[in-house]
T-cell receptor
Framework: QKEVEQNSGPLSVPEGAIASLNCTYSDRGSQSFFWYRQYSGKSPELIMSIYSNGDKEDGRFTAQLNKASQYVSLLIRDSQPSDSATYLCAVNRGSQGNLIFGKGTKLSVKP | NAGVTQTPKFQVLKTGQSMTLQCAQDMNHNSMYWYRQDPGMGLRLIYYSASEGTTDKGEVPNGYNVSRLNKREFSLRLESAAPSQTSVYFC?????????????FGSGTQLSVL
């Protein structure tokens, strides 16, 4: 089993819809969870971090974490064409662990 | 505020040639990292430096060497480039190696080895 798994997509949603991006991880000792956004030809940039079970909201973005199911998700409300990018899930195993990235989900928001 | 600066942005090498990728950060971060990104493979850690004076191997260190020149600079060297090293290379930094630290990425180096 891959350490961090994401559906590669592409995920296509219409403008204004909710985009739902999912990620599963294998190490139950993982403590920190991140979503990075990467536009084509650009570098990743952090958009959300979450450390405890439940939901964390920041503007149009909501990160959800369920450690029992080893599952983390990102919801993007009122999706805009400018949200079209690849979204990378990243998981940090602990104080001595490195950040492990999923392969990313490509999101396309159609006007 | 430059953040993380990488040079060069593009490079073409022939098999067997050597080169050094340079990275510098101006955020007074302690930890620095080199990743490579390949289609369908995601970002993979090559080497990291938790603090000035230390370096450690990541997931895919073979064929690479690193130097933490000072707190600001962390270079990646390919001694004898191979076509399998064709990739996009990203340097990143973080304040510490704590698990909740945010990574700041440079703009990347597109490397082609022919």
């Amino acid at each position: 089993q891959k350490e961090v798994e994401q559906n590669s997509g592409p995920l296509s949603v219409p403008e204004g819809a909710i985009a739902s991006l999912n990620c599963t991880y294998s190490d139950r000792g993982s403590q920190s969870f991140f979503w990075y956004r990467q536009y084509s030809g650009k570098s990743p940039e952090l958009i959300m971090s979450i450390y405890s079970n439940g939901d964390k909201e920041d503007g149009r973005f909501t990160a959800q974490l369920n450690k029992a199911s080893q599952y983390v998700s990102l919801l993007i409300r009122d999706s805009q064409p400018s949200d079209s990018a690849t979204y990378l899930c990243a998981v940090n195993r602990g104080s001595q662990g490195n950040l492990i990235f999923g392969k990313g989900t490509k999101l396309s928001v159609k006007p | 505020n430059a953040g993380v600066t990488q040079t060069p942005k593009f490079q073409v090498l022939k098999t067997g040639q050597s080169m050094t990728l340079q990275c510098a950060q101006d955020m007074n971060h302690n930890s620095m990292y080199w990743y490579r990104q390949d289609p369908g493979m995601g970002l993979r850690l090559i080497y990291y430096s938790a603090s000035e004076g230390t370096t450690d191997k990541g997931e895919v260190p073979n064929g690479y060497n690193v130097s933490r020149l000072n707190k600001r600079e962390f270079s990646l060297r390919l001694e004898s480039a191979a076509p399998s090293q064709t990739s996009v290379y990203f340097c990143a930094s973080s304040l510490t190696r704590a698990p909740n630290e945010k990574l700041f990425f440079g703009s990347g180096t597109q490397l082609s080895v022919l």
